[in-house]
């Protein structure tokens, strides 16, 4: 995502100045993701019960369009990198965290597989990731990282250029129209699985979603986010060029879940049946 260079040291801890509410920038980010933090991140994630939470979803999704060269975007840790490659996607995993993306790569031999992974600024995406893709992953809730409208229309337009005419983007977020509207509420069944680690919203604003995520060490860090409504990242989507756009709650369609934790947005290039 965001372009960071510095590799930061081991006890380096986040810093937000004397006021945390007032940091509103994409690049804060950068420094959110102190080494002692992503080396917790798993422990909020627990890859075994995610894996069982979402199943075969985004594989079922991506080989029932025919898609193969899948772009990885905001890899974290690795997750979704390992699962594609483990069924058979040829992937790449880009981040703009490098501490990010030494543990995915970490994670990846763990597993068995070699991530191939490229430090890259979404903004500037196709300047540092070369080719075109059949799909783009963006999930995680991580496109929430970007506050400027600029940033998150540049980098939509950056992930457009580097699909194949018939590609697709796969986007999520956490619901925060629900958390906006009604306060913060949780099923706990996916994404963050980790049940010794508690994850919440400790500020909401319109323009601000400040997580805190505690630990069984006792030990807490913090993110700073942009809390996007689902309606506005759908029009984003949609100013972008993306023509068809579907949207899940929590693997299921709309209807079946009225208040997921998850939106997840199917964003396609093309109608079926263009000759685009």
Not at 153 to 181: C, P, S, T, V
Not at 183 to 199: I, L
Request: hydrophobic content about 35%; charged content about 30%; some cysteine.
């Amino acid at each position: 995502m965001v372009d960071t260079r510095a590799v930061f040291a081991p006890d380096q801890r986040q810093s937000y100045g004397n006021d945390p509410l007032s940091v509103r920038e994409t690049d804060k980010y950068t420094s959110e993701y102190v080494r002692g933090f992503v080396d917790k991140w798993d422990e909020l994630i627990d890859w075994d019960q995610r894996a069982e939470s979402e199943g075969r979803f985004f594989i079922d999704v991506l080989k029932a369009r025919g898609k193969h060269a899948v772009l990885d975007v905001a890899t974290g840790t690795g997750f979704h990198s390992v699962q594609l490659l483990k069924a058979g996607f040829n992937v790449f995993s880009a981040d703009g965290s490098a501490e990010m993306l030494a543990k995915a790569f970490q994670n990846g031999m763990r597993h068995d597989v070699v991530l191939k992974t490229i430090h890259a600024d979404w903004r500037w995406l196709n300047r540092d990731v070369h080719g075109k893709f059949d799909a783009i992953i963006c999930l995680g809730n991580s496109f929430t990282h970007l506050f400027d409208e600029s940033d998150r229309r540049r980098a939509l337009a950056e992930f457009y250029a580097a699909l194949k005419h018939d590609g697709i983007l796969i986007i999520d977020q956490r619901n925060y129209d629900g958390i906006l509207d009604n306060g913060f509420s949780t099923k706990h069944r996916y994404y963050y699985c980790g049940d010794q680690v508690v994850a919440k919203p400790v500020h909401i604003d319109e323009g601000l979603a400040r997580f805190e995520y505690s630990f069984p060490d006792g030990s807490k860090h913090n993110l700073n986010m942009f809390p996007l409504r689902r309606t506005y990242l759908r029009g984003l989507l949609e100013d972008s060029g993306f023509r068809k756009i579907h949207t899940y709650g929590d693997f299921l369609e709309e209807a079946e879940e009225p208040n997921p934790d998850f939106f997840i947005h199917i964003a396609e290039k093309t109608y079926e049946g263009d000759d685009a």
